[in-house]
């Protein structure tokens, strides 16, 4: 059974999509879940994951100059994905009711980065095409040193640096599809988060 997201928490989040279009969280994702996520993904073998395509549709295209991280989407119907989830779904009620952004739909995928991979500088959606809207970012790294790297960088729409993230386990990130350019820094060590984003069903959004 998944706990439910406090409505204090719902409220820091949305201020914050307001505000600055973004937040990086240390408590959203409950620690069991969080821990069982991880089990799952680090027992998974290398060649169960895909190897990661920019684009998509037609023009979908492996190029590893820009990314060299695999992944594998998460399913529903698979009980450990279930519950990751379920707390998506808990965010999206959520933030609905508070900035009727009419999120609709949630697709995630796991990620991992061997030594040596990163992702360079990209935007997530394009202005207007209404695919992704929020971005979400959950790592799953115990034990996480400062030299392994890896970091996530946002960066404005100047290109000026906003913020860095260690992958830490528990490191929670959401932020503005369209607005925000971000990369991820190549690492040193294996490196597992979730990436993901809600979508709305036409294109008319709250704000």
């Known amino acids: 059974m998944v706990s439910p997201l406090s409505e204090a928490m719902l409220d820091v989040i949305a201020e914050a999509l307001v505000d600055q279009g973004y937040i990086v969280l240390t408590d959203l994702v409950p620690v069991d879940i969080s821990q069982v996520l991880f089990d799952k993904v680090h027992s998974t073998q290398v060649d169960e994951l895909k190897p990661a395509a920019i684009g998509r549709g037609i023009e979908q295209q492996l190029n590893a100059d820009i990314r060299r991280d695999r992944i594998r989407w998460l399913e529903a119907q698979n009980p450990q994905d279930a ?83 260690a992958p830490k386990m528990g490191q929670f990130v959401i932020f503005l599809s369209e607005r925000f350019p971000h990369e991820v820094m190549p690492t040193l060590a294996e490196r597992r988060s979730i990436a993901g984003w809600f979508r709305v069903s036409n294109s008319m959004h709250g704000f």
Request: charged share 25%.
């Open 83 to 165: 519950l990751y989830l379920d707390v998506m779904a808990q965010l999206k009620a959520g933030l609905n009711r508070r900035l009727f952004m009419g999120l609709f739909d949630y697709e995630s995928h796991y990620a991992v980065y061997q030594p040596g991979a990163f992702y360079k500088k990209h935007v997530d959606a394009l202005k207007g095409s209404q695919n992704r809207i929020l971005t979400t970012v959950c790592f799953l790294n115990p034990d996480w040193q400062a030299a392994d790297g890896g970091e996530l960088i946002i960066y404005d729409e100047a290109d000026n640096e906003l913020e860095r993230i």
